[in-house]
C-alpha cells in the first residue's frame, strides 16, 4: 500500500511538474532539454505526445534520439506514424533508437517497414532485426530468414535468435 501510494504521488509531481518540463523543453539548453524528455518519460498523460514529436524534428540529434527512445516506451498507437516517418534521419544513432522504439509496437504493418532498415549499416541493422524479434509478429518471418544470408555473422545470429521469439502458428 505504501509503494502504491508512493508511486501515485510521483505521479501527481510529475504532472505538477509538466508546464516546467515543457518550458524546459523549449527554452532550456540542451543538457535541459535532453533532461525533460526523459522526465516528460515518467510522466502518464496525453499532453507528452505532442513535445515529444516536436523533439523528433529538432535539430540536435541527441534530442532526437532521447525523443524516440521515450515515445518508444510509451508506444502510443498515435506516435507510430510519426515515428515511421522520421526513419529518414540522417543521423545512424537516431534511426537506430527510432527501430529500437518500433520493437515496443505491436502493428502487422512493421516488417515491411523496419525490412529496408536490415540492408543499412550495421548498428540500424540490428536494431530492426531485434525489433522485429520483440514485435514477434508472424509477418516478420520472411524478412528475418532473408537476414539469415547476410554476409555479417552478426546480423545472422540475431536473425536466428529474433525468428525463435516469433509467434507462429502451424
Known amino acids: 500500500v505504501r509503494e502504491a501510494a508512493g508511486t501515485a504521488?510521483?505521479?501527481?509531481?510529475?504532472?505538477?511538474?509538466l508546464p516546467q518540463l515543457l518550458t524546459q523543453l523549449t527554452t532550456g539548453d540542451?543538457?535541459?532539454r535532453?533532461?525533460?524528455?526523459y522526465a516528460l518519460g515518467r510522466i502518464h498523460s496525453s499532453k507528452i505526445f505532442l513535445p515529444l514529436l516536436e523533439a523528433l524534428k529538432s535539430k540536435d540529434p541527441d534530442l532526437r534520439t532521447a525523443a524516440a527512445r521515450i515515445l518508444g516506451e510509451k508506444h502510443h498507437p498515435k506516435t507510430l506514424a510519426p515515428l515511421v516517418n522520421a526513419?529518414?534521419?540522417p543521423e545512424i544513432s537516431v534511426v537506430t533508437e527510432i527501430a529500437t522504439a518500433l520493437g515496443q509496437f505491436s502493428d502487422p504493418r512493421l516488417p515491411k517497414v523496419l525490412d529496408p532498415?536490415?540492408?543499412?549499416e550495421e548498428q540500424i541493422a540490428l536494431a530492426a532485426i531485434d525489433a522485429l524479434g520483440k514485435i514477434g509478429l508472424p509477418e516478420g518471418e520472411d524478412v528475418l530468414i532473408m537476414a539469415l544470408t547476410d554476409s555479417r555473422p552478426s546480423l545472422r545470429s540475431h536473425a536466428a535468435t529474433a525468428l525463435g521469439m516469433l509467434r507462429l502458428t502451424s
Not at 504521488?9 to 511538474?17: A, F, K, M, S, T
Not at 535532453?34 to 524528455?37: K, L
Open 9 to 17: 504521488l510521483d505521479l501527481l509531481e510529475g504532472l505538477d511538474n
Open 30 to 32: 540542451r543538457k535541459a
Open 34 to 37: 535532453i533532461a525533460a524528455v
Open 87 to 89: 526513419l529518414d534521419d
Open 117 to 120: 532498415l536490415i540492408r543499412r
